[in-house]
């Protein structure tokens, strides 16, 4: 089965910080994504990621950069945390549609409260 | 843009009985996936069923099935015989068959399950 790994599943840190939230999958896709969860508004994009050191901006990427670095890791960094970013961030990736399964998979989500 | 509405925030069934979840999309396309995801407490999205546009057929799998209105841009999820376990957030998602491109979701629907 494919698994999506999160490094934390909570966290707490201080405004002003910069912050990463890791993302790693084992099963060799192509798309990642980041996604951030609040009540009411659903799954929001920030950023997802096509190919190693390829990137697009979502639809909230104020605030946020990533990395890929290796097709397997996906990086969100947050440059300089505000409370505005406490929220649940999801890590999932795919395959390119037309490679058997299209679905996203998830990771377990990290929970983040910026203070 | 494409963009997923979910028009129900809250939904609660009596076990056993069935339920119909909402969704409506926009797009200008005519080739892509629909899907239904649920994250129930523990926050792991799980992947429940899959619809490719062009097929007509409505997707089933065991007590979960969608009725797919492909002119009318709907995409609803039908739960028979529901249980307690299927207690969560559903989340309707679309995405285009076009390679690399992101997953847009609904602003979910809690389902409340009584016993």
């Known amino acids: 089965d494919v698994k999506v790994t999160q490094s934390s599943r909570y966290l707490v840190k201080r405004t002003g910080e910069k912050v990463f939230l890791e993302c790693v999958q084992d099963m060799d896709h192509e798309n990642m994504f980041w996604y951030r969860q609040d009540p009411g508004l659903g799954l929001r994009l920030i950023y997802f990621?096509?190919?190693?050191?390829?990137?697009e901006k979502g639809d909230i990427p104020e605030g946020y950069s990533v990395s890929r670095e290796k097709k397997e890791r996906f990086s969100l960094i947050l440059e300089s945390a505000s409370t505005n970013q406490t929220s649940m961030y999801l890590c999932?990736?795919?395959?390119?549609?037309?490679?058997?399964?299209?679905?996203?998979?998830f990771g377990q989500g990290t929970r983040l409260t910026v203070v | 843009a494409q963009t997923v509405t979910q028009s129900q925030p809250e939904m609660s069934v009596q076990e056993a009985e069935t339920v119909t979840l909402s969704c409506t999309y926009d797009t200008s396309e005519s080739d892509y996936y629909l899907f239904w995801y649920k994250q129930p407490p523990s926050r792991q999205m799980i992947l429940v069923i899959r619809q490719e546009a062009y097929k007509q057929q409505n997707a089933t799998e065991n007590r979960f099935s969608v009725n797919f209105q492909k002119a009318a841009k709907s995409f609803s999820l039908k739960i028979s015989d529901s249980q307690l376990g299927d207690a969560a957030m559903y989340f309707c998602?679309?995405?285009?068959?076009?390679?690399?491109?992101?997953?847009?979701f609904g602003a979910g629907t809690i389902l409340r399950v009584k016993s």
């Open positions: 998602a679309y995405r285009r068959r076009e390679y690399g491109n992101k997953l847009v």
């Open positions: 999932a990736s795919s395959p390119p549609p037309g490679q058997g399964r299209t679905e996203a998979f």
């Open positions: 990621s096509y190919d190693v050191k390829m990137k």
